[in-house]
């Protein structure tokens, strides 16, 4: 380490020079390992590894008769979460390289199999160059440099130490500090990985303890690599055997098939590309890239089974874009000569495994990659799929490409932290703090590139096009998709041009947005980019990217640039309760009681064909029908005016939603059902009135869903038909009951007052769950119990009397702004 190694300030490098030339000189060792060194001494040094790379010469024999000069290794930490301190590490192994003076290249620890298969790609590509390196006065060919990869034994005490006092520099994952049974899959994984790359292998020591420890080891490469691979692991360091080596390294096997990978970046095997209803796009496509990247040949694949989606699969009018997104994939994918490789998989075959495995035996297939979805189906699928891939010694590769975080590297405190757990502020500020920000997107023209360059098989599997796939099939003589079609034509192509079109505008998108996102009444007041994320046309970190590059003041970008990480926290909320979509997080509100039998079947009726007689409500029901679309401001208005006054189960609305919305999202829908609900994390604490209808100040989007009534002469008649004279409606052509509905329900002040009381009775029911200030507690998947926002109307004490009004008698919130600002 340069940092320990200190010399006098005069003719500082020239000291440092003579000290290391010495040591190299003299030590006895096949192989020294040099690095700068960590903290502030290290940084402040000019001292460093670089440095001392371009000063290690050849030694005359004269120095060392007797013995060769040792072989130089550095280090390289492929695992920063940060992407500038990835990046500033890339340009110092890239100098270290350019010396010519590397001989070894030792990997830091971590779990982040993602970006390890990056940077071994990187790697791959930088060692393949062939120009010549270091200064014009030495100027050499690069030299075969080895890679050395670190493991843990994940065995119960090493993570204990680990989750307790982690080493400087070690990223762990919390799904590797879990446990030892997720922390072996992620070891196998990286065995895998490494064997693949020609990667020595190098156990750590603090783990390997005895004999059981080292039958550990043997057991995870025996597991990890395929059978029949040949490894040279050695007889164990721990027995009396002098003949026994400590190292234990990688399989060789594969040394043809390394140099050829190292001169191409690509190795000659088939990887199957599998897409899926997130992910349906060529450009910043991780799993794509990764394939493209590592192997010569790829084939893409689609897989579907209309029965096996459920209630919160696809389904509906999501079926409809998905499938216009899939036809643009497939012409995408058949310029570069590449036919999207679609099946109906059979009902009894979950998961599609075995049509999965046919392709893999139809192709000869080695490996495949695909993005995760994250969804609580998804993961048991994915889970199932690995299982049968391994059986057939397939390499499976995992990215996450449809969020900006992986929801299984984030870990939330209990408590309240700027925040109640789960909500968004505390959320923000974990992923920046252990994450770092998300990645940039990819170089689309290096995909094109590597598209183009891709060996095309000389067979393909049996498949079938994308308009063969029994997905969004219309029968009978409505063609109810059309519209759909029309309103949301789905494409890469399509997603980038409304992306480009809400940030250039000057008159609506991005520079309005602020204070005209809820405006229903202006068309472009929101990007509508939100079905193009749902199906993956447009990249999650392109859309955060651009948005954190613009030009805009912070204040103009504040709500927008935090759809996604509500997005996100929508996912991470699954994760920890995966029974979210019909169960509510706050377990005791199940006991809530709401309209039941014909009188449930009459209000959800009406809510759901926009005939509740409140024109802003029935507005926003039937253009959701019609277009499956509605801006957020009115999804608000119709979920609030569903629980609060109709007293319909928000389960109802969630499931409703999920079948008639174009970007319908198991995670993000019923996050907002839950908090309109009053079950969620972040439980409401605002209504928004059905009458005044602010969303629509002109009247016009009403008008137009809402016709029976366009001939009002104002606004607020438009809105409140009720309040217009005999002779208005008269003139109007309007008759309530008649060519327009009564209103459903005619008082709705109480409404609102038996929903209150129900929730407060429901919460004097289960005084388990609640804390001495009122609030709700819930359980946490640790085990753990957390407090959870809860709205002052329902706060009741420790013998489950209301508590008092905490607010000033004489300041009250005049808007919902103040009220939000208020709320904790």
């Known amino acids: 380490s340069l ?4 010399v006098p300030r005069a003719r ?7 000290r290391l030339t010495n040591f190299m000189s003299v030590v006895p060792a096949h192989e020294v390992l040099i690095v700068t060194g960590t903290g502030t001494l290290a940084k402040s040094s000019s001292w460093n590894t670089v440095k001392a790379l371009q000063f290690i010469s050849p030694l005359s024999p004269t120095k060392a008769p007797t013995r060769s000069i040792p072989r130089v290794a550095v280090a390289y930490n492929p695992y920063f979460p940060d992407t500038a301190d990835q990046a500033r590490e890339d340009e110092s192994l890239a100098q270290k390289l350019a010396t010519g003076r590397v001989d070894k290249i030792y990997l830091q620890f971590g779990t982040d199999t993602e970006r390890l298969e990056r940077a071994l790609g990187r790697l791959s590509t930088m060692l393949a160059n062939d120009d010549p390196v270091g200064d014009e006065k030495s100027m050499t060919k690069r030299k075969t440099v080895e890679i050395a990869g670190s493991l843990f034994l994940p065995t119960p005490k090493l993570i204990a130490q680990q989750k307790f006092r982690p080493w400087n520099g070690v990223f762990l994952s919390p799904e590797f500090l879990s ?25 750590e020591a603090p783990g390997i303890k005895g004999q059981k420890d080292f039958t550990l080891v043997q057991n995870l490469i025996q597991r990890a690599l395929p059978t029949g691979t040949t490894w040279n692991l050695g007889k164990s360091p721990l027995t009396n055997d002098s003949s026994s080596g400590s190292a234990m390294e990688g399989s060789d096997t594969e040394s043809s098939h390394h140099s050829k990978r190292l001169k191409t970046g690509r190795g000659p095997g088939i990887c199957l590309v599998l897409f899926g209803s997130h992910d349906v796009r060529l450009r910043d496509n991780r799993a794509l890239e990764l394939a493209l990247h590592q192997y010569q040949t790829i084939i893409p694949v689609f897989l579907w089974n209309d029965h096996q989606q459920g209630t919160f699969g696809v389904t509906g009018a999501l079926q409809v874009v998905l499938k216009d997104a899939l036809r643009s994939l497939e012409a995408s994918l058949e310029e570069f000569g590449l036919p999207l490789v679609c099946r109906n998989y059979k009902d009894e075959d979950t998961a599609g495994i075995a049509d999965l495995m046919d392709i893999v035996k139809q192709t000869n297939a080695t490996a495949i990659s695909w993005n995760k979805e994250h969804t609580t189906e998804s993961r048991e699928w994915e889970g199932r799929r690995k299982r049968a891939l391994r059986e057939l010694n397939v390499m499976v590769h995992q990215s996450q ?13 209990s408590g309240f932290h700027g925040g109640h757990w789960g909500t968004l502020m505390p959320f923000l500020k974990s992923c920046k703090k252990s994450l770092g920000p998300p990645p940039r997107p990819s170089s689309f023209p290096e995909t094109q590139r590597l598209l183009e360059d891709t060996t095309i098989p000389s067979q393909w599997p049996q498949h079938v096009k994308v308009n063969d796939l029994n997905m969004a099939v219309i029968r009978g003589n ?23 079109m809400f940030f250039c505008q000057s008159e609506t998108g991005l520079t309005k947005y602020e204070k005209e996102r809820s405006r229903a009444d202006k068309e472009r007041a929101t990007s509508q980019l939100s079905p193009h994320l749902r199906v993956g046309t447009v990249s999650p970190f392109a859309l955060y990217w651009q948005t954190k590059d613009c030009a805009l003041a912070e204040d103009e970008l504040k709500t927008f640039s935090r759809r996604l990480i509500w997005r996100d926290l929508a996912y991470y909320q699954l994760s920890c309760f995966p029974e979210m979509r019909y169960r509510p997080i706050r377990s005791h509100y199940e006991t809530s009681v709401w309209v039941s039998g014909e009188e449930e079947k009459r209000r959800l009726e009406a809510w759901k064909w926009g005939c509740t007689g409140f024109p802003i409500v029935d507005a926003g029901m039937r253009e959701l029908y019609a277009t499956g679309w509605m801006t957020q401001s009115i999804r608000m208005v119709v979920a609030s005016f569903l629980v609060e006054y109709l007293r319909v189960n928000w389960i109802k609305g969630c499931e409703w939603f999920h079948y008639t919305l174009v970007d319908a999202d198991s995670a993000i829908n019923p996050m907002m059902w839950q908090n309109a609900g009053k079950c969620g994390i972040d439980q409401w604490n605002f209504i928004l009135s059905p009458v005044t209808a602010s969303q629509d100040p002109t009247g016009e989007y009403t008008k137009k869903w809402v016709p ?29 009951g008649e060519t327009y509905p009564e209103r459903i329900v005619k008082d709705l002040q109480a409404e609102r007052k038996l929903s209150v009381q129900s929730t407060i009775q429901m919460r004097q029911a289960n005084m388990e769950f609640n804390n001495d200030r009122g609030y709700d507690l819930i359980s946490l998947p640790n085990g753990r119990k957390t407090v959870v926002f809860t709205k002052r109307e329902y706060r009741i004490d420790n013998q489950g009397k209301l508590m008092n009004d905490e607010r000033s008698p004489t300041k009250k919130p005049t808007s919902r702004k103040v009220a939000r600002n208020r709320r904790r």
Request: aromatic share 8%; proline share 8%; net charge negative.
């Open 179 to 203: 446990g030892p049974e997720v922390a072996q899959e992620v070891v196998e994984s990286m065995i895998r990985i490494y064997h693949r790359y020609n990667v020595q292998m190098l156990w």
């Open 401 to 413: 490409s449809s969020l900006l975080y992986d929801p299984q590297n984030i870990e939330l405190s």
């Open 3 to 6: 940092k320990y190694n200190k």
């Open 12 to 18: 500082q490098d020239e000291a440092h020079v003579d």
């Open 478 to 500: 409505q063609q109810w998709d059309r519209p759909i079609r029309d309103r949301f034509p789905m494409s890469e192509k399509r997603g980038l041009e409304l992306l480009e």
């Open 708 to 736: 029976e009534l366009a001939k009002l002469p104002t606004p607020e008649l438009i809105h409140r038909p009720w309040e217009a004279p005999h002779y208005t409606l008269k003139d109007a052509g309007v008759v309530l």
